[in-house]
C-alpha cells in the first residue's frame, strides 16, 4: 500500500490572527447519514448555501468554478449533526465523489475517485504544499461587506482518507481560504496582499494532512518529514482508523472501530472556526475556496463549510453544568459556569446573570474572574479576551423540597453579538419525584418573513389586549406593541416591525443588525434560539386578563403553576387567578411582588411559580369542575409595565412529591347572604 515519495520545504507564515476551533459534539447514539440536498448545485444555490450574513456575496469575471467538476465534487446537506458534523447543513468541496463521500459511513479502507485526469497548479495552494495539484476544485466570489462588518469567519472541518497511514509523507493533500482586497478601499491586516483563512487554531498552520492529525506519523510516513507537525491532536477526530502504535508510527489502518462521524473520510478535523479582523466594512473582497490532493489522486480528501459570515463585535458565550443531575432532597449541589468570548474582538461590560432560582438555597460561590452577587445573581465579569480567555463561576446550592429546578444563565456584553444562540445556558436537574406535566406553552418559533415574526395566540381573551400588527399594516400603537397591545413574538425581531422613521423611540430590548449579528445587550426567549418566540405585554391602566387556559383538576392534589416573566420596563405586578368556569366566579388568586426598574428582576429571566391544593370533594360545598387558570395584569400603570412570558407550565405533583407548607388552598365560590325576611333586606340598606 505504498505510495511514490517525494520531499517537499514547507513554508511557516508567521502572521497574527485571530482564529480558534471548537470541539464538535460527538453523540453516543449511532450516527445516520446526512440529507444530500444537492449534487450539481448552481450558482446562486453555493452562494445561498456559504452566506451566513453580514455581507454580500456575488459573482464576477472570471469567477465561479474555475477548476472542478460541479456533479461530482461539490454537494449540499442537511442533518449534518445526526450524522456527527459540526454542523446541521453546509457544503462539501472534495477531490473525490461528493455524492458517495456523504453516503458512507467509511465503509472503504482507502476511497478514491479520480474526479480528474490532469493537474493543474494553483500558486496559492502550492504556496501550501507544492505538489498540492490533482483532482483540484476552485470556486471563486466576491464579498462586500455590510457597513456594520469588520471581520470575515468562516467555519469548516476538513477530513481526509489519507488518514492515518500518509501522514508525514509526500500525500499531504491540502485547502485553503484565500482572501484579497478588491475596492480601492479595502485593505488586509498587516498590507497583505492575501491571506489564507484555511489555518488552525494557536499554531496557525494551515491545515493539511501533515499539519494536523492523530499525533503519530503513519506506517507509509516518516516522522522526520519536512514540516509535519505532530501536536496538534487535540484538533483532530479519530473516524474509526487503527490507534494502534508500532516503532513510533501508527501500524497499517484496517478500521477496526465504528465510525462516530457518517463520512467516509479515516479522519476530521474539530469544527473550526477562523476569524480574519481589521477588515474595512463596505468594502470588497475575493474569496476563493480551494482544495487538492497531493501526490496522486488516490485517496480523496474534503472541507465541508458552515458558512462564511461577515461578522462584527463579541461572540460571548455562556456553558453551564452540575455535578449531580438526580440529587437528594437537601442534597448540595455545584453548579459550574464558563464564559469565554469567541471573537472576532474583546468584549467589554461582560455580564452573566444567574439567580437561583426557588428550587434551591444559596451555600457559597467562588469566581476565577469578576464578582458576583447572590442576591441580584449578576455576575460582573467586565472585559473579556477573544479567544484566549475563559473564566469560571461555581455555585454551591442546597436542593429544596419544591421549587423550580430549571436554572437559567444568560451573557451580554457592550459589543455586538455575531452569534446570539450560545448566550443562555440552562440546566435542569431531576430530583426523585414524579410529576405529571398538563400542559406548557412555549409559544414556539417565529417566522420573520411573515408580519415581522408576529403572531397571535389563541389563549388571549378576545376583549382584552389587541394585537401589535406590524409596520406598515399596523398602526403606530400597533407596530410600537404599545400600551394595551401584545405580540407572540421572538424579543428579536420586535424592531423589525417598528416603523423604521420611528425607532428613536423604540423602547423593547435590542435587535438585530442583520440575520446573524445581534446588537449589544439583545436577549432571546428561553430556548436561547434566535427565533424562539416569547409573548411580549405592554399593559396599561386595565387590569386585564393576557392568558387564559380551560383544564380539569382533580380533587385532593396538589398542583404547580409556573411561567418564566422578563422584565423590559417596570413597573409590573402579575396575578393568577383560578376560575370555576362554569359560575366565573374566583376560586383562589395570586399576586406576584411589584417587579421595578430597580429591583433584582430588571433585564433578566426570572421564575415565578404558584402552587395550589383541591381539596377533597367531602371537604367542599360544592363541585369544582373545570377551572380556568389566567395571567392578569394587577397593577395600573400609564407607563412601563412592559415584559416578555415564556414556558407556561401547569404540572400535577404526584404522591412522592414534597408539598409546601402553605399551598393556595382552592375552595368553593362564597355565595351572596340569604335573606328571606324583607325587614332585614331594608336594614341591610340603609
Known amino acids: 500500500m505504498m505510495k511514490n515519495s517525494t520531499t517537499y520545504l514547507f513554508n511557516i507564515l508567521l502572521m497574527v490572527f485571530i482564529l480558534f476551533g471548537f470541539n464538535q459534539k460527538l453523540y453516543s447514539q449511532t450516527p445516520v447519514q446526512a440529507t444530500i440536498e444537492n449534487t450539481n448545485p448552481s450558482d446562486p444555490q453555493i452562494l445561498e448555501a456559504l452566506n451566513g450574513g453580514g455581507m454580500t456575496l456575488y459573482l464576477d469575471t472570471g469567477d465561479g468554478l474555475v477548476r472542478g467538476v460541479r456533479n461530482r465534487q461539490i454537494a449540499t446537506f442537511s442533518n449534518g449533526e445526526a450524522a456527527g458534523f459540526g454542523m446541521e447543513e453546509g457544503i462539501l468541496f472534495t477531490t473525490g465523489r461528493a455524492s458517495e463521500d456523504l453516503a458512507s459511513r467509511n465503509n472503504a479502507l482507502t476511497k478514491s475517485f479520480e474526479a480528474q485526469s490532469t493537474t493543474y497548479s494553483d500558486s496559492d495552494l502550492t504556496g501550501i504544499f507544492n505538489e498540492a495539484t490533482r483532482d483540484v476544485v476552485i470556486y471563486k466570489f466576491k464579498v462586500t461587506l455590510a457597513d456594520h462588518t469588520s471581520a470575515i469567519r468562516a467555519v469548516f472541518q476538513f477530513g481526509s482518507e489519507e488518514y492515518p497511514d500518509y501522514v508525514g509523507s509526500v500525500y499531504n493533500d491540502a485547502f485553503g481560504f484565500f482572501v484579497r482586497p478588491v475596492s480601492a478601499g479595502a485593505t488586509l491586516p498587516g498590507g497583505a496582499s492575501v491571506i489564507n483563512m484555511a489555518r488552525l487554531p494557536y499554531s496557525n498552520n494551515p491545515i493539511s494532512i501533515n499539519t494536523v492529525n492523530y499525533g503519530y506519523a503513519g506506517s507509509a510516513g516518516s516522522s522526520t518529514y519536512p514540516g509535519l507537525d505532530l501536536t496538534q491532536s487535540e484538533h483532530y477526530i479519530v473516524n474509526g482508523h487503527s490507534t494502534q502504535v508500532s516503532g513510533g ?268 449579528i445581534a446588537e449589544a445587550g439583545a436577549v432571546t426567549d428561553i430556548s436561547g434560539t434566535l427565533s424562539g418566540a416569547a409573548l411580549a405585554i405592554n399593559t396599561n391602566n386595565d387590569l386585564d386578563i393576557f392568558y387564559q387556559r380551560d383544564q380539569l383538576l382533580d380533587y385532593d392534589d396538589t398542583y404547580r403553576y409556573s411561567f418564566w416573566m422578563y422584565l423590559v420596563e417596570g413597573p409590573a405586578k402579575i396575578a393568577i387567578d383560578i376560575r370555576q368556569k362554569s359560575t366565573g366566579k374566583i376560586l383562589g388568586t395570586y399576586a406576584t411582588e411589584v417587579f421595578s426598574d430597580t429591583g433584582i428582576s430588571k433585564g433578566k429571566w426570572t421564575n415565578v411559580q404558584l402552587y395550589f391544593s383541591i381539596p377533597p370533594l367531602q371537604d367542599l360545598d360544592c363541585e369544582i369542575g373545570e377551572v380556568v387558570i389566567e395571567l392578569r395584569n394587577d397593577l395600573e400603570q400609564s407607563a412601563g409595565s412592559r415584559f416578555y412570558i415564556d414556558n407556561i407550565g401547569l404540572t400535577q405533583l404526584g404522591s412522592t412529591c414534597p408539598e409546601p407548607a402553605d399551598p393556595l388552598q382552592v375552595d368553593c365560590p362564597i355565595p351572596p347572604p340569604s335573606i328571606s325576611n324583607p325587614m332585614l333586606l331594608n336594614r341591610a340598606r340603609q
Request: glycine share 8%.
Open 249 to 516: 508510527l501508527v501500524v497499517d489502518n484496517t478500521n477496526p472501530n465504528p465510525a462516530p462521524i457518517y463520512i467516509e473520510y479515516n479522519g476530521l478535523t474539530n469544527l473550526i472556526t477562523y476569524d480574519l479582523i481589521n477588515l474595512t466594512p463596505g468594502e470588497t473582497y475575493e474569496f476563493k475556496i480551494a482544495i487538492a490532493d497531493a501526490g496522486d489522486t488516490q485517496y480523496d480528501s474534503g472541507v465541508m463549510i458552515k458558512r462564511v459570515q461577515g461578522t462584527t463585535g463579541a461572540d460571548v458565550k455562556i456553558e453551564k453544568i452540575i455535578d449531580m443531575m438526580d440529587p437528594g432532597y437537601n442534597d448540595e449541589v455545584k453548579f459550574t459556569l464558563t464564559a469565554s468570548n469567541l471573537g472576532p474582538y474583546d468584549a467589554t461590560g461582560t455580564l452573566v446573570n444567574d439567580l437561583l432560582p426557588s428550587g434551591y438555597t444559596y451555600v457559597s460561590h467562588t469566581t476565577s474572574k469578576g464578582t458576583y452577587d447572590p442576591n441580584s445573581g449578576e455576575w460582573n465579569i467586565g472585559n473579556l479576551q477573544a479567544i484566549f480567555e475563559e473564566v469560571t463561576l461555581e455555585i454551591t446550592a442546597t436542593v429544596n423540597e419544591t421549587g423550580e429546578y430549571m436554572n437559567v444563565a444568560t451573557i451580554t456584553s457592550d459589543e455586538p453579538d455575531p452569534d446570539l444562540e450560545n448566550n443562555l445556558a440552562r440546566v435542569t436537574p431531576n430530583p426523585l419525584c414524579f410529576e405529571t406535566l398538563l400542559f406548557y406553552e412555549d409559544f414556539g418559533i417565529s417566522n420573520p418573513n411573515v408580519n415581522s415574526g408576529r403572531t397571535t395566540t389563541p389563549y388571549m381573551p378576545l376583549d382584552s389586549y389587541s394585537f401589535g400588527t406590524s409596520y406598515p399594516s399596523g398602526t403606530n400603537s400597533e407596530a410600537r406593541i404599545d400600551n394595551g397591545h401584545y405580540a407572540v413574538v421572538s424579543p428579536l425581531y420586535i424592531k423589525d416591525g417598528w416603523d423604521p422613521n420611528d425607532l428613536s423611540n423604540y423602547f423593547w430590548t435590542p435587535g438585530m443588525l442583520d440575520d446573524i
